[in-house]
């Protein structure tokens, strides 16, 4: 394998061998050559099939791993890295206790229906503006009271067959149903935060007076090649949590 790629655009971009290797990686795991839950050949077999040193796949499968992308198992091997509702729920959401402890939600989906992308939509998720998408709204509880008001929005082209039941509590997170029904692994999000003040539909959900203060977190998630699937914009009564993100 030569010390260079070729990347979009024609332009040359000089990489060390492993993260060439993470490159290639990523691309199949993507493309469904090892799907969720499924184990990697081992190093030597990597090795050989890229012809590299067992170093570097070793240091490629390392980044992959701070990505959460795979799980290694000591004495067993390496796996293409499987959502659950805790592991989902541990990486990705961000409201906790004010003491920092962990908060589980529990959700209510309200509606769903299918909805043409308005400008800003198409461009966070990367479409045409032309595009429909499935818009769910939903509102989550923090230990039993009402604290987030929550629409997500999916490409149907994406996930077409995208369903949640409404008006009865989800036992399973978006993302673990993404990856479960439409082999779609969240592997990132971007989060931007704004004060706002409650909608009256916000508000009667979460039993507060119109125009109170809100956190909104405008989140874009991607999955394994990098491709927007999902935005999401949450309005947190944070009166009895807190937003905590860790930074590396």
């Known amino acids: 394998m030569s010390n260079e790629t070729t990347v979009s655009g024609g332009h040359t971009e000089y990489l060390p061998l492993y993260a060439q290797v993470k490159t290639l990686l990523v691309k199949r795991i993507g493309a469904g050559s090892w799907k969720p839950g499924q184990m990697l050949p081992s190093e030597y077999e990597l090795a050989a099939e890229y012809n590299v040193s067992q170093g570097t796949v070793r240091k490629a499968l390392n980044a992959l791993e701070a990505d959460r992308m795979i799980v290694r198992r000591q004495g067993v091997g390496t796996f293409v890295a499987r959502h659950s509702r805790d592991r989902a729920l541990y990486?990705?959401?961000?409201?906790?206790?004010?003491?920092?402890?962990?908060?589980?939600?529990?959700?209510?989906?309200?509606?769903?229906?299918?909805?043409?992308?308005?400008?800003?939509?198409?461009?966070?998720?990367?479409?045409?503006?032309?595009?429909?998408?499935?818009?769910?709204?939903?509102?989550?509880?923090?230990?039993?009271?009402?604290?987030?008001?929550?629409?997500?929005?999916?490409?149907?082209?994406?996930?077409?067959?995208?369903?949640?039941?409404?008006?009865?509590?989800?036992?399973?997170?978006?993302?673990?149903?993404?990856?479960?029904?439409?082999?779609?692994?969240?592997?990132?999000?971007?989060?931007?935060?704004?004060?706002?003040?409650?909608?009256?539909?916000?508000?009667?959900?979460?039993?507060?007076?119109?125009?109170?203060?809100?956190?909104?977190?405008?989140?874009?998630?991607?999955?394994?090649?990098g491709q927007p699937v999902e935005l999401r914009i949450s309005r947190c009564d944070t009166r009895r949590c807190r937003y905590a993100a860790e930074v590396l």
């Open 91 to 225: 990486q990705f959401f961000r409201m906790v206790e004010p003491d920092g402890s962990r908060i589980i939600p529990a959700s209510v989906v309200l509606s769903q229906r299918i909805q043409r992308a308005t400008r800003d939509q198409a461009s966070d998720l990367g479409v045409d503006s032309s595009a429909m998408l499935h818009a769910i709204t939903r509102v989550r509880s923090l230990n039993g009271k009402p604290a987030i008001f929550e629409r997500i929005y999916v490409p149907v082209d994406v996930m077409p067959d995208l369903s949640v039941e409404a008006h009865s509590p989800m036992d399973e997170e978006m993302y673990v149903i993404y990856q479960e029904k439409f082999g779609i692994s969240i592997v990132r999000v971007i989060e931007r935060l704004a004060a706002v003040a409650a909608t009256a539909e916000e508000a009667k959900r979460l039993g507060l007076k119109a125009g109170m203060p809100l956190l909104e977190v405008h989140r874009v998630a991607t999955d394994v090649g």
